[in-house]
Each structure stands twice: as structure tokens, then as C-alpha cells.
């Protein structure tokens, strides 16, 4: 299982980023999907979490200004960040756990893209 994230960068406090995160492989089903994020100096922290019943879960800190969505057929997620703060300032990581073609179960964590909010 692969996954690539992109979408990170540098943005003024107010504005707006948007990630995203590709899964591929030999997956027959992915179970789970969700975001987390380690800011300098911090531990890591559940920013959202698409789970398997369709509902979504989200960070405190981020509730009613990040979105989280996928595209099933696509295998991807997605973030949409908006009226970011310089504390959303971190490395953020797409976790996916799926089923694979084996029927073997996995977590998989991706690599980081950085996001950076200036004040």
C-alpha cells in the first residue's frame, strides 16, 4: 500500500489550504482513512477521521473550519483547511487501514507534507 499526500504549504493566517491523499495498491477495500498532524515540539494529534459508518470525526481545535471528504472510487481524501491559524502550523500525515486483495488487513501511514501559517 502506497500513499501520497500533497496539498501542503505556506499560507497567511485566514487562509485557505487544501490536502489530499492518494491510496494504491492492492486494496480491495479501504476501511478507514483520516488525517493527523505533529506541530514543532508536539505530539501527534487526530485532526479527522473518515470512519467506516460514513460519519466523520474531527479534532477540537479544528471543528467547523477543516472538512474532511473522499472519494471512494478514487481512493483519496481529502482535507480542506479554512480560516487557518498559525497553531495549525504542523506536518500533517494521511493514515488509511484497508483491506487488501489477500483479505489481510493493514494501517499505513503516509508521508508528511508540511503546512505552514503565518500570523
Known amino acids: 500500500v502506497q500513499l501520497q499526500a500533497s496539498g501542503g504549504g505556506l499560507v497567511q493566517a485566514g487562509g485557505s489550504l487544501r490536502l489530499s491523499c492518494a491510496a494504491s495498491?492492492?486494496?480491495?477495500?479501504?476501511?478507514?482513512m483520516a488525517w493527523y498532524r505533529q506541530p514543532p515540539g508536539k505530539e501527534r494529534e487526530l485532526v479527522a477521521r473518515?470512519?467506516?459508518?460514513?460519519?466523520?470525526t474531527y479534532g477540537d481545535s479544528v471543528k467547523g473550519r477543516f472538512t474532511m471528504s473522499r472519494d471512494i472510487a478514487e481512493k483519496t481524501a481529502y482535507l480542506q483547511m479554512n480560516s487557518l491559524k498559525p497553531e495549525d502550523t504542523a506536518v500533517y500525515y494521511c493514515?488509511?487501514?484497508?483491506?487488501?486483495?489477500?483479505?489481510?488487513?493493514?494501517?499505513?501511514r503516509g508521508q508528511g507534507t508540511q503546512v505552514t501559517v503565518s500570523s
Open positions: 495498491g492492492s486494496i480491495r477495500s479501504i476501511i478507514v
Open positions: 493514515d488509511v487501514g484497508v483491506l487488501l486483495t489477500n483479505s489481510e488487513t493493514k494501517i499505513e
Open positions: 473518515s470512519n467506516p459508518d460514513g460519519t466523520t
